[in-house]
């Protein structure tokens, strides 16, 4: 991603989430809504379900409960429409929306990746363009600048954000401080922090990697250390580089090189997302790698008591790289069926759905890495230090990658993911891994 068009999302999310934003006007009642009511015509009062299908099952995260208060709001001011809520976690929902994809039976509201994880759906015509409603009560102004252009295919935008992020790692003081050591600045130390935590009886690091984008991003961020700096999935799909270069190969070892240090919890492949994440939040895990949406989350665990959790950027690897260099995140994404039954009316929900999430997200600590822009003063809303630092972080970023299924078609990233998976069952030369990217992207060409 070229540097001042990242600089340009990250500073608009520290200075500003619109709050003010919230306010629009509404014919439909309420915060935000308006759709219904497009042309001064009265909404339906048939009754009607809505089924949103989203990825906030963890009841401990601040996204559970934001999303349960704005539907809540929302079915109070339209007594006759229904919100059926569909809460799965992240890699189950991907799986089942290419079932109801291929049935054509998407729910009306569904989320989306961006990019090339959303290419074939947009290719498929399965969901409807809101442009039209971006473009009522001033939605589109309460986005970030730029962000909206990774879910914008042929001039129209099919989905719409809930994230801006960037990758960092999470650390548990105590549990450093009980270990003896100190925060690593380069992937040496990092190994050398992980083997002391061990002997130290403290489980180093926590994934869930049964969810397998969880590898494939902390691998990613050693391959944007190993490439010298941002580029590599580009340049093998400009035919500069394959996936058998010497930076690929490199960050396979450094990746193995962790794994087999012990970093990770025994059976890291059975553990998902939301469950290799409580190890962190129960402070059962001294590190955590992460997009900064895990911010929110942490801020209120039992591990940040009396702010013990603090934050680094990811460190060089062999000398190489930059840490303000990042993995770049734009986030998850809300987009309607081309199919709904209710279009207008979910459109209507959604318009309010997204007018509403950064007040309701910034009251519940949750608002640090937003897609959208907020007002307000983080330090006196009571953020943590760590929240605070990570929000610093968004000021040092020079620029990064995106996610390798966020960049590859889907064929190659499926075999990226299994191929990453695989690592942590068991050791591969690197130079077979490596070449076994190169045969699935030269297949799924």
Not at 158 to 165: E, I, K, M
Not at 232 to 255: N, R
Not at 344 to 357: A, I, P, Q, R, S
Request: charged share 20%; proline share 4%; hydrophobic share 40%.
């Amino acid at each position: 991603m070229r540097k001042s068009k990242w600089l340009g999302l990250a500073m608009a999310g520290i200075v500003a989430v619109g709050l003010t934003a919230c306010g629009g006007g509404s014919g439909s009642g309420g915060e935000g809504g308006g759709q219904a009511a497009k042309g001064g015509a009265e909404p339906k009062q048939e009754n009607i379900t809505i089924t949103f299908q989203n990825i906030y099952p963890d009841q401990t995260d601040p996204k559970y409960k934001m999303l349960r208060t704005i539907v809540d709001n929302y079915e109070k001011e339209h007594p006759n429409i229904k919100i059926e809520l569909d809460s799965l976690n992240t890699d189950q929902q991907k799986l089942k929306l290419k079932t109801q994809a291929a049935s054509k039976e998407v729910p009306d509201i569904t989320v989306v990746n961006p990019a090339a994880q959303m290419q074939p759906f947009v290719d498929a015509k399965l969901f409807a363009p809101l442009n039209d409603m971006v473009e009522q009560n001033g939605l589109k102004d309460t986005f970030q600048e730029g962000i909206l252009d990774y879910y914008t295919f042929d001039g129209n935008l099919y989905a719409l954000p809930d994230g801006n992020n960037i990758a960092l790692v999470y650390y548990n003081k105590k549990l450093f401080e009980q270990a003896g050591v100190e925060v690593p600045t380069t992937f040496e130390e990092m190994i050398e922090v992980v083997k002391k935590l061990k002997d130290a009886g403290i489980q180093p690091m926590a994934i869930g990697e049964k969810d397998t984008w969880t590898g494939s991003f902390l691998f990613m961020n050693i391959l944007l250390r190993t490439n010298g700096g941002p580029g590599f999935l580009q340049d093998v799909l400009d035919g500069k580089k394959t996936f058998e270069d010497p930076a690929f190969i490199e960050a396979v070892d450094a990746f193995q090189n962790l794994i087999q240090a012990g970093a990770f919890q025994e059976g890291a492949t059975s553990f998902d997302y939301n469950a290799g994440e409580n190890l962190f939040k129960t402070g059962q895990a001294a590190m955590y790698f992460m997009g900064s949406w895990a911010t929110g989350g942490i801020e209120t665990s039992s591990a940040n008591e009396n702010g013990n959790v603090g934050v680094f950027k990811f460190p060089t690897v062999n000398g190489k790289g930059d840490v303000n260099e990042f993995m770049l995140a734009p986030g998850s994404a809300f987009a309607i069926s081309a199919d709904s039954k209710h279009l207008e009316e979910t459109k209507d929900f959604l318009n309010y759905y997204m007018l509403n999430y950064p007040k309701e997200a910034f009251k519940l600590k949750g608002a640090v890495g937003l897609a959208q822009k907020v007002e307000g003063d983080f330090r006196a809303a009571g953020y943590s230090d760590m929240a605070m630092e990570v929000l610093a972080m968004f000021e040092d970023v020079k620029g990064g990658d995106l996610a390798f299924d966020n960049t590859m078609n889907p064929g190659t990233a499926q075999a990226h993911l299994s191929s990453i998976q695989n690592l942590f069952v068991q050791k591969t030369d690197a130079s077979a891994v490596a070449k076994e990217h190169q045969t699935a992207y030269e297949q799924n060409k």
